[in-house]
């Protein structure tokens, strides 16, 4: 099926016309390559997680809020932009299908596989345990249906609590939302649709328009709550950067209007977080009060912010990325063929998928042995970034890419020969 045609009234332009896939394919890279470094530095903050070292550190923590403020709504808006890729030769139908394929195959296989060495090894932290791993397997599937939890459907049952999804919620809420969103989407690649988006993308030359957009995502932050589970945004949160992510594609005025408004957004991004951080330190006073969901005055207020500061970090980030892309020489000229950076981008639109299932599994089995070195703490972090990387690139070169079994079970098309 071909892709839609701008209707007829609808006059092109040099701008209105989608962001190249080499980009978004970068993009996409540098957000999960960057997970290896956020969640590497879980382990050394104030906060739980699966390994922790001795001692920890509340810079580390600041750091971690920030980075949570916008590396995940980052990683959804780059996400609903791929889903413009993915719809320009589908149906509907057909983009269902590939959902299944590329998201819920590794879901499951991950599930299965991947997610339950990391809760094996939180509990060998305590010296007592000394149960067997698939004696631990078999309490970790203790398994209840959860319908209030949706869409996370299945939990843990409340005898044994073992069972999570682990770093793969994010595959959850990608499938689900990819699909709930897919009726709207369609509109969008309608005729009336096309105006409608041609005519937001002919005012987004204002700001006012661009931060209108995060009001949304502060009205829901501060109505129905934050939660720290999903890297502290409320889940339906991320299905307004998952449709947000398909405008952006649509169209590259919107591209311009990033890069436009970028050192704007980014001292709005500043500021925003300031009284974020200010309005968290002023609440966490209050004992009892958890201000990611509670309904007093700082709370709320607190939430409204950061829904607006998250977004505004993405538009700011976005814009810098994509005036970097811009610059003399960021491109390869034409007829002297691909240069590193297009062989480059080749390579990690294959390796994103499979690099996310793998990534936080190798830290936190790394990272046990790790904290145990007798080394400053800045040194174990660069340590355990540096060898968790390096296990991760191998893991996907030799083992993930190079078969067809792996390759589906990851999510990855079928090898090119």
């Not at 591209?255 to 957004?265: E, I």
């Not at 977004?311 to 034409?334: D, E, Q, Y």
């Not at 950076?341 to 996310?356: K, M, N």
């Not at 790394?366 to 972090?381: E, S």
């Amino acid at each position: 099926m071909a892709e839609l045609a701008r209707p007829d009234n609808v006059t092109p332009t040099s701008e209105a016309r989608p962001p190249r896939r080499r980009d978004l394919d970068l993009m996409r890279m540098f957000v999960v390559v960057g997970l290896v470094f956020f969640h590497s530095a879980r382990v050394f903050d104030t906060g739980e997680f699966y390994v922790k070292n001795d001692p920890t550190s509340e810079v580390v923590s600041i750091g971690i809020s920030f980075a949570a403020l916008w590396g995940m709504p980052l990683l959804f808006v780059v996400a609903g932009m791929g889903i413009w890729y993915s719809l320009r030769s589908r149906t509907p139908n057909a983009f269902a299908q590939e959902r299944l394929r590329r998201l819920l195959v590794p879901l499951v296989f991950g599930v299965l596989v991947i997610v339950p060495p990391q809760v094996w090894t939180e509990l060998r932290g305590d010296a007592a345990y000394d149960e067997s791993y698939w004696r631990f397997l078999t309490r970790f599937f203790d398994i209840e249906f959860q319908p209030s939890g949706f869409p996370f459907l299945i939990g843990d049952d409340a005898g044994t609590g073992l069972f999570e999804w682990g770093h793969l919620w994010f595959l959850v809420l990608l499938f689900v939302f990819s699909l709930a969103l897919l009726p709207l989407i369609w509109y969008f690649r309608r005729p009336s649709g096309l105006r409608k988006l041609d005519r937001l993308a002919g005012r987004v030359d204002s700001f006012w328009v661009v931060l209108a957009a995060g009001l949304p995502l502060a009205v829901l932050e501060a109505a129905f709550g934050s939660e720290e589970a999903w890297a502290g945004w409320n889940r339906y949160s991320y299905a307004v950067f998952i449709l947000y992510g398909y405008v952006l594609a649509t169209d590259r005025r919107f591209g311009r209007s990033l890069r436009q408004h970028r050192r704007t957004a980014l001292a709005l991004g500043v500021a925003t977080f300031v009284v974020v951080g200010t309005l968290f330190a002023i609440g966490s006073e209050d004992e009892g009060v958890d201000l990611l969901v509670d309904y007093d005055a700082i709370s709320v207020v607190m939430r409204a912010f950061k829904g607006l500061s998250g977004w505004l970090w993405v538009v700011a980030i976005m814009g810098l990325a994509a005036g970097s892309a811009r610059r003399p020489g960021a491109a390869g000229k034409i007829g002297r063929g691909p240069t590193l950076v297009d062989r480059v981008g080749t390579y990690t639109s294959e390796a994103v998928l499979p690099v996310y299932v793998l990534h936080q599994t190798v830290i936190v089995l790394l990272a046990f042995y790790v904290v145990n070195w007798p080394i400053h703490g800045i040194l174990k972090y660069m340590a355990l970034c540096l060898i968790s990387l390096i296990i991760i690139i191998a893991i996907y070169d030799l083992a993930v890419r190079r078969t067809k079994p792996t390759r589906f079970l990851f999510g990855m098309k079928p090898p090119r020969y």
